[in-house]
């Protein structure tokens, strides 16, 4: 009799002491280890299966200020040079092409591309003059495909995420991937000197593309001029702050950057802000 009451005290006691020690354990947010795995045999990764390095881009600016201070943090270039743009006042049309090392255009094998044309040929005439081939792509306006000059290579496409049909105005235009677009030009494998895009907002759809399924193809490109569009929609911008993030951490550097001024939209955060922004990156580790 005595014994058995004993026992039970023990057993009760114990029982006592686990459930303390367990709601101690899970409130400090302490826990038991677990009995370990079993070991898996380590296999080093076959260096052509390994997946690319992860790219981790910062959440959301949290402020239309830190998305215009993120445009202003401009990289060197020495030799920067305004191509193009009709002669007289306005500058729309022209880019910033740079010619510092590694950088120079070799006439005879240069490739540019040139995405928005708007009947507006002054950049692809003088990246033709420079001894460039030079493919323009335009699907808004109503132009067929067709040769000018020599080596300027026109096509009536534009580029987007996925291949469809859309409206401009009454003309029905066609629009494709840049892969394909690359792909129907024979230049999937070829160095392009410079990639021109003034598309009124597609560039979105352009990196969200190519940053998701061909990010080998941007290694390919030296340089890159670019008109963004993010108006005053902030999914737009955090959409370009992502993909702006990701290219740099491609090695892509900012090294130019003009607000629009045919859009102006006045001293936002103290600054002359505008709808779009002509800007210009270097891919810093070219072929290196
Ligand atoms: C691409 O290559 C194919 C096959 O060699 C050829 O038929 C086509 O004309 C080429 N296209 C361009 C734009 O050079
Ligand atoms: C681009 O990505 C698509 C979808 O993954 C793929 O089908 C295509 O072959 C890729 N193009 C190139 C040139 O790598």
Redesign the pocket.
């Known amino acids: 009799m005595r014994s058995s009451h004993a026992w039970l005290i023990f057993i009760a006691a114990l029982g006592l002491a686990f459930l303390v020690t367990t709601v101690i354990q899970t409130e400090t947010g302490y826990l038991v280890p677990s009995p370990p795995l079993p070991q898996r045999v380590h296999r080093p990764p076959s260096p052509l299966a390994a997946p690319p390095a992860p790219i981790t881009t910062p959440g959301p600016p949290s402020s239309w200020e830190q998305f215009y201070a993120f445009l202003e943090e401009i990289q060197p270039c020495k030799k920067l040079l305004k191509v193009g743009g009709p002669s007289g006042s306005s500058s729309d049309g022209s880019k910033s092409l740079c010619l510092d090392a590694g950088f120079e255009l070799q006439p005879g094998a240069c490739t540019v591309l040139s995405f928005g044309i708007n009947n507006e040929w002054s950049f692809d005439d003088a990246m033709e003059r420079r001894g460039c081939t030079v493919y323009a792509f335009d699907p808004s306006m109503d132009v067929k495909d067709h040769t000018r000059g020599h080596n300027i290579?026109f096509y009536q496409l534009g580029v987007s995420n996925i291949r469809k049909r859309v409206m401009f105005n009454t003309l029905q235009g066609q629009l494709d991937t840049y892969s394909a677009i690359l792909r129907?030009?024979?230049a999937t494998e070829r160095v392009i000197d410079f990639l021109k895009m003034d598309v009124e907002g597609a560039e979105i759809q352009f990196f969200e593309d190519v940053l998701a399924h061909n990010v080998s193809l941007l290694a390919n490109v030296k340089q890159i001029g670019m008109e963004i569009h993010p108006n005053v929609d902030i999914n737009r911008r955090d959409q370009l702050w992502r993909y702006m993030h990701h290219l740099a951490a491609l090695n892509f550097q900012l090294v130019s950057m003009e607000p629009n001024r045919w859009s102006l939209i006045g001293g936002r955060t103290g600054r002359q802000t505008s709808n779009s922004y002509e800007l210009a990156w270097v891919n810093r580790k070219f072929r290196l």
Do not use: E, G, T, V
């Open positions: 290579h129907k030009i024979n």
